[in-house]
């Protein structure tokens, strides 16, 4: 199976920061790299797929990046509805795997 | 609106028997492939087992293997899962989730089900 690294687990921040995730796939997975948000007691919604694609309704302040089995998940300016977890997930292969997530956390 | 429901959660002893079910509505059920997902309250998120649209490929993470069975009833766009043999270990809320090949992405999500598995 994938293994999915992400890094860090937990960050502090404040509005207005500038964010970002990072996610290492134990092997390349092609761009088949995929981004949920999160909340408490909440499904997970998906932001991002395919490396870089934002999905539909989700604001531009979400980008993605990276290649290979390195991929980053940037905030430019945290909102006050940003904090959340997110976590990465690869569909390279199955069975699906996701990062273990990394909690955005108001400093 | 696409939606996801699902259902048959509970309480249940070690090595005993559980099936959760899922409702699809808002969208042609039998075009998707169709994922059930867990995850331990407060922990993250693992993917199950993972189920074609015809129902002729099925795939599992090894820790369910052999135990888990994954189906569907596209007729009355319906997603199953069969749990046997089941371990403190299981215990998770479980989410139905349609899965989009073109996009690698699962999206929308169910509420989920909440199984927990304790004497």
């Known amino acids: 199976d994938i293994q999915m690294t992400q890094s860090p687990s937990s960050v502090s921040a404040s509005v207005g920061d500038r964010v970002t995730i990072t996610c290492r796939a134990s092997q390349g997975i092609s761009g088949w790299l995929t981004w949920y948000q999160q909340k408490p007691g909440k499904a997970p919604n998906l932001l991002i797929y395919a490396t870089s694609t934002l999905q539909s309704g989700v604001p531009s302040r979400f980008s993605g990046s990276g290649s290979g089995t390195d991929f980053t998940l940037t905030i430019s300016s945290l909102q006050p509805e940003d904090f959340a977890t997110y976590y990465c997930q690869q569909a390279h292969s199955y069975p699906l795997t996701f990062g273990g997530g990394t909690k955005v956390e108001i400093k | 609106e696409v939606q996801l429901v699902e259902s048959g959660g509970g309480l249940v002893q070690p090595g005993g028997s559980l099936t959760l079910s899922c409702a699809a509505s808002?969208?042609?059920?039998?075009?998707?492939?169709m994922t059930w997902v867990r995850q331990v309250p407060g922990k993250g998120l693992e993917s199950v087992a993972s189920i074609k649209q015809d129902g002729s490929e099925r795939n599992y993470v090894d820790s369910v293997k052999g135990r888990f069975t994954i189906s569907r009833d596209n007729a009355m766009n319906s997603l199953f899962l069969q749990m046997n043999s089941l371990r403190a270990e299981d215990t998770a809320l479980y989410y139905c989730?349609?899965?989009?090949?073109?996009?690698?992405?699962?999206?929308?999500w169910g509420q989920g089900t909440l199984v927990s598995v304790s004497s």
């Open positions: 808002g969208f042609t059920f039998s075009n998707y492939w």
């Open positions: 989730v349609r899965y989009s090949t073109s996009s690698g992405s699962l999206d929308p």
